[in-house]
């Protein structure tokens, strides 16, 4: 019952978002975009770099073993761009920004705010929510880029010092097997994972009842159900997307 619960919240806060998108209130969408984006700029491409540098040493453990160190640069792009990228900008927004926000609307929630909006005639939902949604979403697709660009940098650096790989045979093997669908794959995987996050926080944020105990109960619950919610959606996607971009 809970489950459902959870499912039936969570369309309507998406339904109401949608509605809201309407009157969208700009100066708080601007906030949102420097809160979320901008100041998770520094972790994301820290973490990016980091990425890149482990999967080029990994993979050289067992690239070197069937001399393919060639296609080195296409495996470790396609797999950034593919998967490992958005996949790991999603856990790292949930943990940082789908926390946040939960932990925000439900001060908000239990302060009795919410309710006071409502009160004097303004939608919430138009006000707040709407607004971090799309922050939540813009700041995920445009962290995305970023990261990408910073850990096939990486990468490329990686594959110098350990297997001696040319930066120019890194980047030309990746780009002569890049197909814009692998693109395309990566956009709407980070498009949805950012989607997911922002939902799922708001939603759980808008549900907390009680004192100042439920405010750290819902960061905790935006977190674990966020994670819950990309992991189950890059399994979608993946089977999905594999049939549909083949």
């Given at each position: 019952?809970?489950?459902?619960?959870?499912?039936?919240?969570?369309?309507?806060?998406?339904?109401?978002t949608a509605w809201g998108l309407r009157r969208l209130e700009r100066r708080e969408l601007a906030?949102?975009?420097?809160?979320?984006?901008?100041?998770?700029?520094?972790?994301?491409?820290?973490?990016?770099?980091?990425?890149?540098?482990?999967?080029?040493?990994?993979?050289?453990?067992?690239?070197?073993?069937?001399?393919?160190?060639?296609?080195?640069?296409?495996?470790?792009?396609?797999?950034?761009?593919?998967?490992?990228?958005?996949?790991?900008?999603?856990?790292?927004?949930?943990?940082?920004?789908?926390?946040?926000?939960?932990?925000?609307?439900?001060?908000?929630?239990?302060?009795?705010?919410?309710?006071?909006?409502?009160?004097?005639?303004?939608?919430?939902?138009?006000?707040?929510?709407?607004?971090?949604?799309?922050?939540m979403e813009l700041s995920m697709l445009g962290l995305s880029t970023f990261t990408f660009l910073?850990?096939?940098?990486?990468?490329?650096?990686?594959?110098?010092?350990?297997?001696?790989?040319?930066?120019?045979?890194?980047?030309?093997?990746?780009?002569?097997?890049?197909?814009?669908?692998?693109?395309?794959?990566?956009?709407?995987?980070?498009?949805a994972f950012g989607l997911a996050i922002s939902l799922v926080s708001t939603a759980v944020g808008?549900?907390?009842?009680?004192?100042?105990?439920?405010?750290?109960?819902?960061?905790?619950?935006?977190?674990?159900?966020?994670?819950?919610?990309?992991?189950?959606?890059?399994?979608?996607?993946?089977?999905?997307?594999?049939?549909?971009?083949?």
């Amino acid at each position: 019952m809970r489950a459902v619960g959870g499912v039936g919240a969570l369309a309507l806060v998406a339904g109401r978002t949608a509605w809201g998108l309407r009157r969208l209130e700009r100066r708080e969408l601007a906030r949102g975009l420097v809160q979320f984006g901008y100041g998770s700029l520094p972790l994301a491409l820290a973490t990016a770099a980091l990425a890149g540098v482990i999967v080029v040493v990994q993979a050289s453990l067992y690239i070197q073993r069937f001399g393919a160190r060639a296609f080195l640069g296409w495996a470790a792009g396609y797999g950034v761009l593919w998967e490992f990228g958005p996949l790991l900008l999603g856990l790292i927004m949930s943990a940082r920004i789908g926390a946040r926000n939960a932990a925000e609307l439900a001060t908000l929630k239990v302060g009795g705010q919410i309710e006071g909006l409502r009160g004097i005639g303004l939608d919430p939902f138009a006000l707040l929510v709407a607004p971090r949604v799309v922050a939540m979403e813009l700041s995920m697709l445009g962290l995305s880029t970023f990261t990408f660009l910073v850990s096939i940098l990486c990468e490329a650096v990686a594959a110098k010092l350990t297997l001696d790989l040319p930066v120019r045979v890194f980047f030309g093997t990746f780009a002569q097997m890049l197909n814009p669908s692998d693109i395309l794959g990566g956009v709407v995987k980070t498009g949805a994972f950012g989607l997911a996050i922002s939902l799922v926080s708001t939603a759980v944020g808008l549900r907390a009842k009680g004192g100042a105990r439920a405010v750290g109960e819902a960061a905790a619950s935006a977190v674990v159900l966020g994670c819950a919610a990309i992991f189950l959606l890059d399994f979608l996607l993946t089977s999905l997307l594999s049939k549909v971009l083949a």
